[in-house]
């Protein structure tokens, strides 16, 4: 099916683990993005790419990392969850135009 | 660092009311004015958007109203229903750089 999936929608993870969470797209979107939501904070945005093997900070980057391979996919990794780093994480991905923004449907990660 | 500032933050409306959502901005670089709607448990969904030489933008009983002298926009929901409640974010994209900012959100409750 065309569209945007994250992986996995719910988890909850220990305080020092290291997590991944997935995201792949199947239109070829150039751009990818990552975004926190929190309440009172809106949708910040962590990480994003603009094709395979280009990524930049956004807002709030500290803690994670991203990697991209491949045009389709783009995890996010926590390195070392932290409790402030509990949240709904959503990825997007866009043509380019910045019109075209699809969002996945997030990732609950809890970290105890 | 918000750079979108949106408010309400809540706001309930009794069916066929108008609810009204405001957006303020400083950055002269955005280029483009999305609303996004998100539903529990799912993504950010694009409702409607506008451009800064365009003053008023209608689709269905969505309006978007820009003043563009004030930077601010806001968003209307005429003869609103109680299908209409979800969160609602404003958002403003970078001209040149792919990204969106996003408002802090306004969870919309219509009662029946």
């Known amino acids: 099916d065309a569209g945007i999936t994250q992986s996995p929608r719910y988890k909850i993870t220990e305080t020092g683990r290291q997590v991944t969470l997935m995201c792949h797209q199947t239109w070829s979107h150039s ?32 803690g994670y990392v991203v990697s991209r391979s491949k ?23 866009s043509d380019g135009t910045g019109h075209g923004y699809t969002f996945g449907s997030g990732t609950r990660l809890t970290v105890v | 660092q918000q750079q979108v500032k949106q408010s309400p933050q809540s706001l309930i409306v009794q069916k066929g009311g108008i609810p009204i959502i405001n957006c303020a901005y400083e950055n002269t670089a955005f280029d483009y004015f999305p609303w996004y709607q998100q539903f529990p448990g799912k993504g ?10 365009v003053s008023e933008k209608k ?42 900012v996003f408002g802090q959100g306004t969870r919309l409750t219509i009662n029946p």
């Not at chain 1, 993005?33 to 900070?57: E, P, V």
């Not at chain 1, 045009?71 to 926590?78: A, G």
């Open chain 2, 59 to 100: 689709e269905g009983r969505f309006t978007i109203s820009f003043n563009k002298s004030a930077k601010q926009f806001s968003l209307h929901i005429m003869d609103s229903q109680p299908g209409d409640s979800a969160t609602y974010f404003c958002a403003a994209h970078y001209q040149g750089a792919q990204k969106l």
């Open chain 1, 71 to 93: 045009t389709e996919n783009f995890p996010l990794t926590l390195e070392s969850a932290t409790r402030s780093q509990t949240s709904v994480y959503f990825c997007a991905s």
């Open chain 1, 31 to 62: 751009y990818m993005f990552w975004y926190r939501q929190d309440l009172g904070h809106g949708l910040r945005l962590i990480y994003y790419s603009a094709a395979a093997d280009i990524t930049d900070k956004g807002e709030v980057p500290d």
């Open chain 2, 44 to 53: 950010p969904a694009l409702l409607i958007a506008i451009r800064p030489d």
